[in-house]
């Protein structure tokens, strides 16, 4: 936007009323080119679907998010439940809280009291932006590289014993926390200075007799001319880094995962097998011989060294809470992708559903959050054991056990 002029002539709400009123006609005319449009919400973007959407349905997962990850966070911090997998978790349920919980006061001010049919006030402008956008996209991001962690810790765990027991320890897991965060935070740090607000006075669209301190926005001077390159290398790089990449690594972990706990699963009823065999009076290795005599090889299942059902059950856990990650996050891989593509290119692929998508998404990602504590309490029997005594307010039980994730 171009800034208001100090020798056009007329008040400030007289000029932004002709703006409003003769924008839509020709934009380009000289008697709208040097007009400033405030701030405002309920756009073409921003329909009566996502106001319900981010007014009343996602304060309400947001409150069940905070709930059940405050319980969840609670239970991995017990004495028995300390182990570096657990410390990712409690750090993924905190990035996933704080992704909710930031955005609400500006939904709870601007969709649930019906602040978005009017001006942005000029003490919310700067704020609105930072508690939507900018500052849990952070968290996002710190999120889904948390669950590329748990993923390959698991993976290491499984596959490289030798390496885990360098590697996977409560110390580098915090170190592998605060390295996420860092860099999501670089990640975002762009997108903290790109804007200039400045206060105007303008009639209330609500209230038209009265004035409010709205705001219009402009580009900051370092990024000047270069809006389209600045954002286009922004979001390019979150499409790779935030997207492309921990999409395809969780994809690929979690099928080398899938495959290790088939493996082992092969492996618990072959020796089952064999172990009836030989109460029979059969040798063990009857199939084997029978299989050599046959031409062929026995089955070689690879390097599974989970030894233990509980494992097992634990790596299983984490294939699901990979999984719930990767359904929800290729989505919006996909949508951001297809938006970004359309503005660069200048072709219409979306259009004016770009908002509606949007908030389907974000509700889809919001919904995937209680979800995480689901299967903890499903397939976990330490976790519930562990809730119940919480829940009970009781001392939990046997705190020298050791924890079933490593």
Same mark, same amino acid.
């Given at each position: #936007? ?6 056009? @002539? @007329? ?20 008697? /709208? ?25 996602? %304060?309400?997962?947001?409150?069940? /998010? ?20 657990? *410390? ?23 969709? &649930? ?9 000029? %003490? ?51 170190? &592998? ?7 999501? =935070?670089?990640?975002? #740090? ?8 400045? %206060? ?37 790089f979150r499409i790779v880094f935030?997207?492309? *990449? ?11 995962? @899938?495959? /290790? ?27 084997a011989d029978e299989l050599r ?47 970004? *593509? ?12 770009? @908002? *509606?998508? /949007?908030?389907?998404?974000? =509700? ?34 046997? %705190?020298?056990?050791p924890p079933t994730l490593p």
């Open positions: #936007m171009i800034p208001l002029s100090e020798d056009t @002539g @007329g008040s400030a709400g007289d000029r932004l009323r002709l703006c409003n009123h003769t924008r839509s006609v020709d934009p380009e005319s000289p008697e /709208t080119h040097n007009c400033v449009l405030p701030y405002y919400l309920f756009h073409e973007s921003v329909t009566h679907y996502t106001v319900f959407i981010y007014g009343h349905v996602t %304060p309400a997962i947001i409150a069940v /998010t905070m709930a059940t990850n405050c319980l969840t966070c609670f239970v991995l911090t017990r004495p028995n439940m300390r182990s570096p997998t657990n *410390v990712i978790l409690v750090a993924m349920a905190t990035s996933d809280t704080l992704t909710g919980v930031i955005p609400l006061p500006a939904l709870v001010r601007f969709f &649930t009291l019906g602040g978005c049919y009017d001006w942005v006030p000029f %003490p919310w402008c700067r704020p609105y932006i930072f508690l939507t956008d900018h500052v849990p996209t952070v968290f996002h991001t710190a999120s889904i590289w948390l669950t590329v962690a748990l993923a390959l810790q698991r993976y290491v765990y499984i596959e490289h014993q030798h390496l885990a027991k360098r590697y996977c320890h409560v110390t580098s897991a915090v170190w &592998t926390i605060f390295f996420v965060y860092v860099c999501a =935070l670089a990640m975002q #740090m762009p997108r903290f200075t790109e804007l200039h607000f400045t %206060p105007i006075i303008v009639q209330s669209i609500l209230r038209p007799s009265t004035a409010i301190s709205g705001c219009y926005f402009d580009f900051a001077p370092t990024i000047g001319s270069h809006v389209g390159l600045h954002f286009s290398l922004y979001y390019w935030c997207h492309l *990449v921990p999409c395809s690594l969780l994809v690929g972990l979690n099928i080398r995962l @899938g495959c /290790t706990i088939r493996r082992s699963k092969h492996r618990h009823e072959r020796l089952m097998r064999e172990k009836l065999r030989c109460q029979t009076g059969r040798r063990p290795n009857d199939d005599q046959a031409g062929r090889r026995p089955k070689d299942d690879g390097p599974v060294r989970l030894g233990s059902r509980e494992g097992n059950a634990a790596t299983l856990m984490l294939v699901a809470v990979v999984g719930l990650a990767i359904v929800v996050e290729v989505p919006l891989a996909c949508f951001v992708v297809i938006v970004v *593509v359309e503005n660069t290119l200048g072709v219409a692929l979306v259009g004016g559903s770009v @908002g *509606v998508v /949007t908030a389907f998404l974000n =509700l889809f990602i919001v919904l995937g959050y209680p979800v995480n504590f689901v299967i903890y309490c499903v397939m976990s029997r330490q976790f519930r054991r562990t809730l119940a005594d919480v829940v009970r307010m009781r001392e939990v039980t046997s %705190p020298v056990t």
